[in-house]
C-alpha cells in the first residue's frame, strides 16, 4: 500500500511539474511569439512570390508551412523546455509577476507585425543615461538574444534554401550544408550585435531604471541563466533547426 501511495504522490507531482512548464510557456509570451513568427514567415514567403516560378514558389510556400506548422512548432518548443529546465518555478515566478508581465508585454509589442513594418528601415536611437546604458550592457550578456534573434532570421532566411534543396536533392553534400548553416548563423550574430544595446534600450523604453536592474538581476541569476539556457534550446527545437541544418539551409 505504501508503494502505491508513493507512486501516486510521485505522480501528481509530475503533474504538477508539467503545469509549472506550461504556464511558464504562457507567461513567457511563447505562444503570441510564435504567432508572431507565422506572420514573418508570411511576409518572407510573399517576398519570393514575384521572382520565382510558380511551381518552385508553391514549393518554397508547401515547405516552409510544414516545416513551421504551429502545432508541431509549439510542441518542440514545449517538450524541449520541459527537457532542458528541470525547474521552471523561479522562472515562472519572475515572469508572472507584474515586472515579468511588463517584460514580456514589452518584448510582445516589439515583435508585432505593424512594429516590425514601423522600424523596418532601423530603430530610432535611444537618448539614455550611462547607468541605464549599462544596464542594458549586462542585460545584453545575459539574455541571448543575438542568439534567439539570428536563430529566426536563418530560419526565415531559408525558406527558398530548403524548397530549391528538395527540387534538387544532393545539390549540398552534409558537410556543406552545416556549414553554411554555422556561417550564415554567425553573420546574422554579428549583424544583430552591432546594434544590440540600441534595440534593448528600445524595447524595454518603458521600464524605469530599478524596474530594468531588477529585470537585469534575474536574467544574470542561476536561475535566470537555467531559463535562457533553455529558452534558446526550445526555440532552436521549435525552430528545427537540426531538421533545417539537413535540408541546407
Known sequence: MRVVFAFVLMLFSLVSLADEHARLYQAAG????REHF???LV???QRYSN???PAVYQALVDNSNRRFAAQALEQRSQAALRAQLSNPQPALQFFESPLGRKVIAAEVLATRRDQLAKNAKGLPRSDASATRRLLIRHLAQAVPA???AAEVSLALAGVA???LSQMLPGLLGGGQAQALLDNQREQFK?????DLDNTLLYVYRDLSDPELEEFVSFAQSSDGQAYYRAALGALRAGLGAQQGAGQGI
Not at 511563447?30 to 511569439?33: G, L, N, R, S
Open 190 to 194: 554579428q549583424q544583430i550585435n552591432t
Open 43 to 45: 511576409v518572407a514567403q
Open 38 to 40: 507565422s506572420d514573418a
Open 146 to 148: 543575438s542568439d534567439a
Open 30 to 33: 511563447w505562444p503570441q511569439q
Open 161 to 163: 534554401a530548403d524548397s
Open 51 to 53: 521572382t520565382l516560378p
